[in-house]
């Protein structure tokens, strides 16, 4: 299955690298060698993704990189709903800026190096491939007023990578929320409680929820709550950034 996905993801950065002239897609640099596509040996440093040093359960990163990979004491004690969780990094430095250019400096082609950062982050975890590929939800006016819902887009990506079609309308927001980095731990869950819905179109399969930022993971579990409920046979989650 692993040699699949490397056939797949080379093909698909073929792709890409033909649309982008062979550019760094970060920093714009002209490519010495197009193996290096989509990122100068540069770049790829400061976006390599997280291999070490952090929870595999919630993400949440350790002061050391280089450290084993163990659950953290929050997720010994009460496990998160859903089944595994694959992020690209920490919601820092060039992860940071690049999630942020392309959220609010409607730099859409950034949307084909996120889509391959998150490709790559997920093959990493090598967990099986899920049936579909839901995106985090926005409401439609909040849609309307940004252009597009970066969840949804890479969840898009993230299924042309996969060759798996993603089910835009598997998680709907039945109710608004308040933005959840102004809120702390316990209201961050309540804030989100019942504040989504899963259509009947997750029933028995196993889905892949994206989102491009995770904080406390209280949307994700809100989300996946929301596909369980609908009958999803399992739920892993996924986010391109996990904040600090
Ligand atoms: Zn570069
Ligand atoms: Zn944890």
């Given at each position: 299955?692993?040699?699949?996905?490397?056939?797949?993801?080379?093909?698909?950065?073929?792709?890409?690298?033909?649309?982008?002239?062979?550019?760094?897609?970060?920093?714009?640099?002209?490519?010495?060698?197009?193996?290096?596509?989509?990122?100068?040996?540069?770049?790829?440093?400061?976006?390599?993704?997280?291999?070490?040093?952090?929870?595999?359960?919630?993400?949440?990163?350790?002061?050391?990189?280089?450290?084993?990979?163990?659950?953290?004491?929050?997720?010994?004690?009460?496990?998160?709903?859903?089944?595994?969780?694959?992020?690209?990094?920490?919601?820092?430095?060039?992860?940071?800026?690049?999630?942020?250019?392309?959220?609010?400096?409607?730099?859409?082609?950034?949307?084909?190096?996120?889509?391959?950062?998150?490709?790559?982050?997920?093959?990493?975890?090598?967990l099986p491939r899920?049936?579909?590929?839901?995106?985090?939800?926005?409401?439609?006016?909040?849609?309307?007023?940004?252009?597009?819902?970066?969840?949804?887009?890479?969840?898009?990506?993230?299924?042309?990578?996969?060759?798996?079609?993603?089910?835009?309308?598997?998680?709907?927001?039945?109710?608004?929320?308040?933005?959840?980095?102004?809120?702390?731990?316990?209201?961050?869950?309540?804030?989100?409680?019942?504040?989504?819905?899963?259509?009947?179109?997750?029933?028995?399969?196993?889905?892949?929820?994206?989102?491009?930022?995770?904080?406390?993971?209280?949307?994700?579990?809100?989300?996946?709550?929301?596909c369980l409920a609908?009958?999803?046979?399992?739920?892993?989650?996924?986010?391109?950034?996990?904040?600090?």
């Open positions: 299955m692993v040699g699949g996905f490397r056939v797949a993801a080379g093909r698909f950065l073929d792709a890409l690298a033909c649309l982008a002239g062979r550019r760094c897609q970060l920093c714009d640099a002209v490519l010495a060698d197009s193996r290096h596509f989509p990122l100068c040996p540069d770049c790829a440093g400061r976006l390599a993704p997280r291999r070490g040093g952090y929870c595999p359960e919630c993400g949440i990163c350790y002061a050391d990189p280089t450290a084993p990979v163990y659950p953290c004491l929050a997720c010994r004690m009460s496990p998160p709903p859903w089944s595994a969780l694959a992020f690209q990094g920490p919601y820092d430095g060039a992860l940071k800026e690049l999630v942020h250019r392309h959220k609010f400096g409607h730099e859409h082609g950034l949307g084909r190096l996120l889509a391959f950062l998150a490709g790559q982050a997920w093959a990493l975890r090598g899920p049936d579909r590929i839901v995106p985090v939800p926005m409401l439609p006016a909040l849609v309307l007023r940004r252009g597009f819902n970066q969840s949804a887009e890479l969840a898009r990506m993230l299924g042309s990578f996969m060759s798996r079609a993603p089910l835009l309308d598997g998680l709907r927001k039945v109710r608004d929320t308040r933005t959840q980095s102004s809120l702390g731990r316990a209201a961050r869950r309540s804030n989100v409680s019942g504040a989504f819905a899963a259509s009947s179109g997750v029933q028995g399969l196993h889905i892949l929820i994206v989102d491009d930022v995770m904080t406390t993971g209280a949307t994700l579990a809100e989300c996946t709550r929301a609908a009958g999803a046979s399992r739920v892993d989650v996924f986010a391109l950034a996990r904040a600090l």
